[in-house]
């Protein structure tokens, strides 16, 4: 399908990943700098099933050559064989891409095995580290935890910004952190703080979904430092800082 994609796209097919077509259906501004398109699927979920956090890799257009980007699917209809999809926007050509996507608009993907299993037993607590671009795993996180608890560090802005979080006062701790210092401001805030939580929760589980450096700074600290076993930890690099 479409051009040639260099060495990520050999990659992909030596995995065994497999390329579908998908069509913008539907678009909404939710912020100046969040959209949400709907897309229909090209048969994708009826061939791969659905399951919590799912995400796929779409294809962009960069100054004429590919570039692939991941992106989790917002409430899949495997029936209707739609999902949404959010974008936070930013400068790149994923970004530029949502900004003028518009119903008829087509963009194609590649699935991998992208499979999320729930913990069980199911964790006593659920400690999330998250920002924008990882919003809706988060979210599909969340849902499929159900009435489990969960302290969640958000980076950048929330609900009180407009960002579709969807969380429950009564069960969800959330904490803003204001994006500093590259990310090392929220990695001071989430060691000074997930300690003494952790000393309070018998079956924790950590789930870990920012900026690469910051991912892999606090995925080492809860495994190697604080003790978290490591199927208890699940920790995903959503995006590189430039």
Not at 169 to 174: A, I, K, L, M, T
Request: proline share 8%; net charge negative; hydrophobic share 40%.
């Amino acid at each position: 399908m479409g051009q040639g994609r260099g060495w990520e796209g050999a990659v992909l097919k030596l995995m065994r990943g497999k390329d579908f077509e998908f069509t913008v259906t539907d678009v909404e501004d939710v912020t100046p700098d969040y959209r949400r398109l709907r897309l229909s699927d090209g048969g994708m979920l009826a061939a791969t099933g659905v399951h919590p956090t799912m995400w796929v890799r779409l294809w962009f257009d960069n100054a004429g050559k590919p570039h692939q980007r991941a992106y989790t699917l917002v409430d899949p209809d495997p029936v209707a064989g739609t999902f949404g999809m959010e974008f936070a926007l930013h400068e790149g050509c994923a970004s530029d891409w949502a900004r003028a996507a518009k119903p008829g608009d087509t963009v194609e993907a590649t699935v991998q095995g992208t499979g999320f299993e729930v913990p069980r037993p199911l964790p006593s607590r659920v400690f999330a580290v998250a920002d924008p671009a990882s919003l809706p795993a988060l979210n599909s996180l969340l849902d499929a935890m159900g009435d489990t608890p969960a302290t969640v560090w958000f980076e950048g802005g929330g609900a009180e910004d407009g960002l579709p979080m969807r969380t429950d006062p009564g069960r969800h701790d959330v904490r803003t952190v204001p994006r500093r210092e590259a990310g090392a401001h929220l990695v001071a805030r989430v060691k000074e703080e997930l300690p003494e939580l952790l000393r309070a929760t018998p079956e924790p589980y950590v789930w870990i979904a920012c900026d690469t450096v910051t991912t892999r700074a606090l995925s080492a600290y809860a495994r190697k430092e604080l003790g978290v076993p490591k199927q208890r930890v699940n920790a995903l690099g959503y995006w590189r800082a430039t």
